[in-house]
Every structure is written in C-alpha cells, then in structure tokens.
C-alpha cells in the first residue's frame, strides 16, 4: 500500500501520530549517529539535526500552525543523485550531510503528499505544507554546506 492510500484510510489522530513517529525516527537515527560520531564537528552537527526534528515533533504534537509561516527556499538537488551512505561509526562529514539531506527530502514528500490529500481542508493542507517546506529548508540547508564543503568552485 503507497502512502497516499495508507492516509486515506486513517483518521486525523493516525495521521498526526504518524508524522511524529517519522520525526520520532529522524531524531532516533540522528542520536545513533551523534553517539557514534568520531569528531566534535559531526556530533554538532547531529545535535543541530536532533534540535531541529525535535521542534517539528512538538508543532506536530501541538499543531503549531504559526511556527511555520515562511516561504520554502529552492532545492539544490545536490545530494539527488548520490547514493545514501549506510550509518556506521566511521561516517564523515560528508556522508553524514548526504545522509540528512536525502532524509528530509523524503520527509518533505511525506508532507507534500499529506498537504494534497487534504486540499479541501485549508487549514490541514496548509500546515502539512508548511512542514514539508521547513523539511525542504533544511534539506538546502544541508545542500548548501555540503556544497560549500565538498564541491569545488571552478
């Protein structure tokens, strides 16, 4: 069953509960990966992440519309094409960034796809299309500093 069947058959709670989970998830793998972590730059890194999924568990929990009311920044695509490194105690900066980014652009579909199952409900849609821009926020967040760190001008 895809995703936009498995919502039609849920209620508004499931629905939330799922979106929780997710982030839930996000934060459990960032954690694995920070306690993992070799160097202070990576752990840091991971903390900013487990931050960030930590505020969208609680709006989620909250449905904290008015977090949320900015305009998504372009995706970058960068880290689209490259394949997802497996977590392991030996990940470098750079695995960890195309790791992350390739995790919130799913997030961000997840999102989009609830946004348009309720397009008849303004408010719903609206607040599943705010997270999925905040996800695709950090997605270009992540993108930019892996460009900026790993993609040589020229």
């Known amino acids: 069953m895809n995703l936009k069947d498995q919502i039609n058959s849920m209620d508004m709670d499931d629905i939330i509960q799922m979106c929780v989970h997710q982030e839930q998830q996000a934060i459990d793998l960032y954690t694995l990966a920070k306690d993992q972590a070799r160097n202070e730059s990576s752990r840091q890194k991971f903390q900013e992440l487990i931050d960030m999924e930590t505020k969208h568990k609680v709006a989620l929990q909250n449905f904290e519309i008015e977090n949320y009311i900015e ?11 490259l394949m997802e490194p ?3 105690v030996t990940m470098t900066t750079q695995e960890i960034l195309i790791l992350a980014a390739k995790r ?3 997030t961000a579909t997840m999102y989009q796809d609830l946004s348009d199952h309720f397009s008849m409900d303004k408010q719903l849609s609206t607040f599943f299309q705010m997270m999925a821009d905040e996800e695709l926020r950090h997605k270009h967040d992540l993108e930019t500093e892996y460009e900026n760190e790993f993609m040589p001008e020229g």
């Not at 305009?71 to 094409?81: E, G, I, Q, R, S």
């Open 104 to 106: 919130e652009g799913k």
């Open 71 to 81: 305009l998504p920044p372009a995706d970058l695509k960068v880290t689209d094409y």
């Open 86 to 88: 497996v977590l392991g």
